[in-house]
């Protein structure tokens, strides 16, 4: 298999990080665990194995749990004991829209929170089949809103995988409204995010048999049952064709053996073009979740490091994104338009 600098010419809002020796030891192990049950974890069912696997995330040191209730919608606060006032992480579990919860992702969530120094929120948005679409994008928004009602005036989100999907949808949803409550938002960070439910990506493809946790046909039922028959084009379902002018800074962590690679590259370099300040890291050797392995791999500590700092920097400093983010005009951002979903489809099937 082709490394990602092979496989891309690495722009300048691309960080190739090499994989160390110690880590391609570790992942030798990893993949021999986890590669028996590739493609198997489907549906509803499927959510208790999930959420052991995600308990499993080592435990950060200084953290304090709490259960509540923000904006309607229930979750878990991750929250370290010197946390910054008036600041808050929002994160969005991953799961493929079918499971995941936020207490099995507390720890992960600490980690993030313990890096920012801010207390982070973990929202049990709706899952599909249950709740399909929008179920899910209307929680994460009432989440946000609900966050500021609450005082919080600075505020970033993040997000893993399907989470990372929400995460991106939001950012660009806020960016397209006109109102106060919007500027309270300072940056966001997608992990392996799930960008493009039309699955056109090329690395489904060439990160095929690197990649041993997923296949097209399980990803094609997990995305079934989240649209329910709706347009995987729509931006809001699929944030890679939302307009994309005046989002917040935004990072996006990938490994380079993941079938979603190409959701996060593509995204990054379309925002990139949109004026945003947008910027990819590539982690060779790593696979989908690799920050679940913070403590065991010298890459994820490595990410979680990187996060914390761009985090802090937002934080530490006025939201400067003006302009098309404030105007009317904005309302029309994020609705879908065809000519822009079929023309990034094509691209990335003839790429």
Same mark, same amino acid.
């Given at each position: 298999?082709?490394?990602?600098?092979?496989?891309?010419?690495?722009?300048?809002?691309?960080?190739?990080?090499?994989?160390?020796?110690?880590?391609?030891?570790?992942?030798?192990?990893?993949?021999?665990?986890?590669? /028996?049950?590739?493609?198997?974890?489907?549906?509803?069912?499927?959510?208790?194995?999930?959420?052991?696997?995600?308990?499993?995330?080592?435990?950060?040191?200084?953290?304090?749990?709490?259960?509540?209730?923000?904006?309607?919608?229930?979750?878990?606060?991750?929250?370290?004991?010197?946390?910054?006032?008036?600041?808050?992480?929002?994160?969005?579990?991953?799961?493929?829209?079918?499971?995941?919860?936020?207490?099995?992702?507390?720890?992960?969530?600490?980690?993030?929170?313990?890096?920012?120094?801010?207390?982070?929120?973990?929202?049990?948005?709706?899952?599909?089949?249950?709740? /399909?679409?929008?179920?899910?994008?209307?929680?994460?928004?009432?989440?946000?809103?609900?966050?500021?009602?609450?005082?919080?005036?600075?505020?970033?989100?993040?997000?893993?995988?399907?989470?990372?999907?929400?995460?991106?949808?939001?950012?660009?949803?806020?960016?397209?409204?006109?109102?106060?409550?919007?500027?309270?938002?300072?940056?966001?960070?997608?992990?392996?995010?799930?960008?493009?439910?039309?699955?056109?990506?090329?690395s489904w493809s060439t990160r095929a048999e690197a990649d041993p946790l997923f296949i097209k046909p399980q990803a094609d039922g997990l995305a079934s049952a989240y649209l329910a028959g709706h347009d995987a084009l729509d931006p809001f379902a699929s944030p890679l064709y939302a307009r994309l002018e005046g989002l917040v800074p935004?990072?996006?962590?990938?490994?380079?053996?993941?079938?979603?690679?190409?959701?996060?590259?593509?995204?990054?370099?379309?925002?990139?073009?949109?004026?945003?300040?947008?910027?990819?890291?590539?982690?060779?050797?790593?696979?989908?979740?690799?920050?679940?392995?913070?403590?065991?791999?010298?890459?994820?500590?490595?990410?979680?490091?990187?996060?914390?700092?761009?985090?802090?920097?937002?934080?530490?400093?006025?939201?400067?994104?003006?302009?098309?983010?404030?105007?009317?005009?904005?309302?029309?951002?994020?609705?879908?338009?065809?000519?822009?979903?079929?023309?990034?489809?094509?691209?990335?099937?003839?790429?």
């Open positions: 298999m082709k490394t990602f600098r092979e496989d891309h010419n690495v722009a300048s809002w691309a960080a190739v990080h090499t994989v160390s020796t110690e880590d391609q030891i570790a992942m030798t192990a990893m993949r021999a665990a986890v590669e /028996p049950s590739k493609g198997k974890l489907q549906g509803a069912g499927a959510r208790g194995f999930f959420d052991a696997i995600m308990e499993g995330v080592a435990a950060p040191s200084g953290i304090i749990y709490e259960a509540d209730k923000i904006g309607g919608v229930p979750g878990w606060w991750c929250r370290p004991k010197d946390a910054r006032p008036s600041q808050a992480v929002m994160h969005i579990h991953g799961g493929w829209f079918n499971f995941g919860s936020a207490q099995s992702f507390r720890h992960l969530v600490g980690h993030i929170a313990a890096s920012a120094g801010v207390a982070s929120f973990v929202p049990d948005y709706a899952l599909a089949p249950e709740h /399909p679409f929008p179920g899910a994008v209307a929680d994460i928004r009432a989440t946000y809103f609900g966050l500021v009602d609450r005082d919080f005036s600075r505020i970033a989100i993040t997000g893993d995988s399907a989470g990372g999907n929400l995460a991106l949808g939001l950012l660009a949803y806020l960016a397209s409204e006109v109102d106060p409550k919007c500027d309270c938002l300072v940056g966001g960070v997608a992990l392996s995010p799930v960008t493009d439910l039309a699955f056109s990506g090329d935004v990072r996006v962590h990938v490994g380079n053996d993941e079938v979603l690679l190409d959701d996060s590259v593509r995204f990054v370099e379309r925002a990139v073009a949109a004026g945003v300040d947008a910027r990819l890291d590539v982690w060779e050797g790593m696979i989908h979740g690799f920050l679940g392995n913070v403590g065991r791999l010298a890459a994820a500590t490595a990410a979680l490091r990187l996060i914390g700092e761009f985090m802090n920097a937002r934080f530490g400093k006025k939201n400067l994104i003006k302009g098309i983010r404030l105007l009317p005009a904005c309302k029309l951002a994020t609705r879908w338009n065809s000519d822009i979903a079929h023309d990034v489809v094509k691209r990335g099937r003839a790429a």
